[in-house]
């Protein structure tokens, strides 16, 4: 079946850019999604990406998706306090696979 | 402006008590969706529903129920048969029609019992 793995933390100065990396295991063509958890909140989708593209970049996100190693990175660039947050990759899927998410922390 | 609602925000029960959480979407979705959330293990889910009158369980149904009468609305019972039902509860919602099918969330439910 579907998995999808990410790491659980990552933190970084103000300013600097994050990289959240994410890996999922469906071969067949698909699209993977971006969530960004608040504390306390629901799920907001960011962004996504169909897996015949390479790049896909909006405003401050980019994302990259590597298909030959089935690897999906989130870059947040000029990163704020305000991005402090859990991001969740996933996989398009009856229902959707999310992975853990990925606790970012951002340091002033 | 349309959306999930998901209420009451917090919700306290006693143990031993079933205690029903309400979902009302009017993204005119077909499928929705129950989540549960713990610290540090992401998001499992609970149970899902693709079309009014029927419903799947999802990886931890055990202990929880759901009815799905009406397209707009989705509310998931938490029964005295749940173990540790102490959790926050999320809502979601998709069409089903479409390539690109993201779900839209509600902003949970965080249900405490003691």
């Known amino acids: 079946g579907e998995d999808v793995e990410q790491s659980l933390f990552l933190s970084v100065r103000e300013g600097d850019s994050s990289v959240i990396n994410c890996t999922y295991t469906?071969?067949?063509?698909?699209?993977l999604y971006w969530y960004k958890q608040e504390p306390g909140a629901g799920l907001q989708l960011l962004t996504y990406?169909?897996?015949?593209?390479d790049m896909k970049q909006d405003q401050r996100l980019t994302v990259l998706l590597n298909k030959k190693d089935k690897h999906l990175s989130l870059r947040i660039a000029d990163t704020q306090t305000g991005d402090s947050a859990i991001y969740f990759c996933a996989e398009r899927a009856t229902p959707l696979v999310f992975g853990k998410g990925t606790r970012l922390s951002v340091i002033a | 402006d349309g959306g999930i609602t998901q209420s009451p925000k917090y919700l306290f029960r006693k143990e031993g008590q079933n205690v029903t959480l309400s979902c009302e979407q009017n993204l005119n979705h077909d499928a929705m969706y129950w989540y549960r959330q713990d610290p540090g293990q992401g998001l499992r889910l609970i149970y899902y529903?693709?079309?009014?009158?029927?419903?799947q369980k999802g990886d931890i149904a055990e202990g929880y129920s759901v009815s799905r009468e009406k397209k707009e609305s989705f509310p998931l019972t938490v029964t005295s048969a749940q173990k540790n039902p102490t959790a926050f509860y999320l809502c979601?919602?998709?069409?089903?029609?479409?390539?690109?099918?993201?779900?839209?969330f509600g902003n949970g439910t965080r249900l405490t019992v003691t």
């Open positions: 979601a919602s998709s069409t089903t029609d479409r390539e690109v099918s993201p779900l839209h």
């Open positions: 990406i169909f897996s015949n593209m």
């Open positions: 529903s693709q079309i009014v009158n029927d419903f």
């Open positions: 469906d071969s067949s063509s698909t699209y």
